[in-house]
Antibody
Framework: EVQLVESGGGLVQPGGSLKLSCAAS????????MHWLRQASGKGLEWVGR??????????VYAASVKGRFTISRDDSKNTAFLQMNSLKTEDTAMYYC????????????WGQGSLVTVSS | QTVVTQEPSFSVSPGGTVTLTCGLS?????????ASWYQQTPGQAPRTLIY???TRSSGVPDRFSGSILGNKAALTITGAQADDESDYYC??????????FGGGTKLTVL
């Protein structure tokens, strides 16, 4: 059974940092491109960024809204992807989802249940 | 800045047909954008319905179909059922690994 389980969310003050994890099982994580999306309460989905596999040099790309503040990484030995969030703003408050992209089909085929990040003083 | 447009809300009668659209603030959506569609109910993660414009994900009923209509991507639900009442989002691939999503359409079945 495929699972993506996010963790690490919580309450953080503006300007603070938080690191989310996405633990994967049930598929070949090391060969997969992993993406992060977020959704503020009552709002639409927003793509955050992605990291490709080792074969693709772990290439990362980010949305303009988070570039320079967020960093995506991965540990293939632990089947886990990470989202390091720095210089957090109140507008970063959202549910954060990790998802796998099948790069041949350009399909997000597996989704986690999300981790809630609240940025507030 | 690229903005993906969707109808904020739509209503359909049970058994009826509804078409939701996904456009670009500037330009036309073509198959080159590999449009995908997602269904989300409150408190749940999104579920992928359609990818690459018109391919249904595994297990998705065939009453859901994707297409290009004019200059937009479209999701058509034929024979709507009560449990189709959800939020629907479209996503477009902009190239270079970048995706953009629409604000979603809240579909009511009544």
């Amino acid at each position: 059974e495929v699972q993506l389980v996010e963790s690490g969310g919580g309450l953080v003050q503006p300007g603070g940092s938080l690191k989310l994890s996405c633990a994967a099982s049930g598929f070949t994580f090391s060969g997969s491109a992993m993406h992060w999306l977020r959704q503020a309460s009552g709002k639409g989905l927003e793509w955050v960024g992605r990291i490709r596999s080792k074969a693709n040099n772990y290439a990362t790309v980010y949305a303009a809204s988070v570039k320079g503040r967020f960093t995506i990484s991965r540990d293939d030995s632990k089947n886990t992807a990470f989202l390091q969030m720095n210089s957090l703003k109140t507008e970063d408050t959202a549910m954060y989802y990790c998802t796998r992209l099948d790069e041949q089909l350009l399909m997000f085929d597996y989704w986690g249940q999300g981790s809630l990040v609240t940025v507030s003083s | 800045q690229t903005v993906v447009t969707q109808e904020p809300s739509f209503s359909v009668s049970p058994g009826g047909t509804v078409t939701l659209t996904c456009g670009l603030s500037s330009g036309s959506v073509s198959t080159s954008y590999y449009a995908s569609w997602y269904q989300q109910t409150p408190g749940q993660a999104p579920r992928t319905l359609i990818y690459s414009t018109k391919t249904r994900s595994s297990g998705v009923p065939d009453r859901f179909s994707g297409s290009i209509l004019g200059n937009k991507a479209a999701l058509t639900i034929t024979g709507a059922q009560a449990d189709d009442e959800s939020d629907y989002y479209c996503g477009l691939y902009m190239g270079s690994g970048i995706w953009v999503f629409g604000g979603g359409t809240k579909l009511t079945v009544l």
